[in-house]
């Protein structure tokens, strides 16, 4: 752990140097950050994690920081107890509102731990940052670490431009996905599903092609699922070229096995030739009542 440690900080230092992402241009803009600039703060995030130093992260003089719902500083939760990245990591990136998310597995002397990021980017700076971890069974209700040792290449292939849907067509699909939730039926709702659409969540094949973990869940959209009418939606991020939305939720009372909580909930879903074909989400079993802080 202690070297691929080194290899985020190495990274860092040989990509970034460890100075502000500003020296990285759209079209030469001072305001601008493109792909790869939105991708630096990802690393540099992390490299300033490693080094246990928030100090190293240019962030501005409002910034605000969640981890698991809760307002913390900078520098206290996972930031005192990260080692390093697993090989699993894939990066939501949002131009347009400077945006980046990214799903990632991280070391553990213990277990592997669920980890998902949101950093709001403003004058090259960091404004927002909201996370989320989930580190066993117990708090994700389902947790098959096993299944995430690698991405799976549809969610991070660019999407052809002529496959390409609107952001705005691409969020109204995204969004028939809690709508279909709250009426417990994506069949009722006409959620435009590819018929070998699947979803994962912690890990798990929930639905789709050889999915076991529920009667009748090889296709997604057909699968009988539980009627959610408190379920809640945000979305936090388009990935245009990947044609991702990416969506925190909350599924309200009824979403968890014991009845004894509620799913908090960060989403993905890959969406091209107008249907959604891929659903892959981090969840975590929180109390009733529990607000993301930044509702």
Request: hydrophobic share 40%; charged share 25%; aromatic share 8%.
């Amino acid at each position: 752990m202690m070297q691929r440690m080194m290899i985020v900080v190495a990274a860092c230092l040989l990509l970034y140097g460890c100075n502000s992402p500003a020296d990285v241009r759209t079209g030469g803009a001072t305001a601008g950050c493109d792909r790869e600039c939105l991708r630096g703060f990802v690393n540099q995030y992390l490299g300033a994690m490693a080094a246990h130093n928030p100090d190293a992260l240019p962030v501005t003089a409002n910034i605000k920081f969640t981890e698991n719902n809760e307002v913390m500083e900078l520098g206290e939760g996972m930031w005192q107890t990260f080692t390093g990245v697993t090989d699993y990591r894939r990066d939501i990136l949002d131009v347009r509102e400077g945006v980046a998310v990214s799903f990632m597995v991280l070391e553990s002397d213990v277990s592997p731990i669920l980890y998902v990021i949101r950093l709001k980017i403003e004058d090259q700076k960091v404004s927002e940052i909201e996370t989320m971890t989930v580190r066993n069974r117990e708090e994700g209700m389902l947790y098959y670490p096993d299944n995430l040792r690698a991405v799976r290449p549809l969610m991070v292939s660019e999407v052809p431009v002529n496959q390409r849907v609107s952001r705005e067509e691409a969020v109204r699909i995204a969004l028939t996905y809690p709508e279909g939730l709250r009426t417990g039926s994506f069949v009722e709702v006409d959620s435009p599903m590819a018929d070998d659409a699947y979803r994962y969540e912690n890990g798990q094949l929930m639905a789709g092609p050889g999915c076991t973990f529920f009667p009748n869940c090889e296709v997604m959209k057909t699968q009988t699922i539980p009627t959610l009418p408190e379920t809640t939606d945000r979305i936090i991020a388009v990935d245009e070229e990947l044609g991702i939305v990416a969506m925190r939720m909350n599924f309200g009372r009824g979403s968890l096995f014991d009845g004894n909580g509620v799913l908090d909930v960060w989403h993905s879903f890959k969406i091209y030739d107008g249907l959604m074909h891929a659903a892959e989400a981090y969840c975590k079993a929180v109390p009733v009542g529990t607000t993301s802080g930044w509702d």
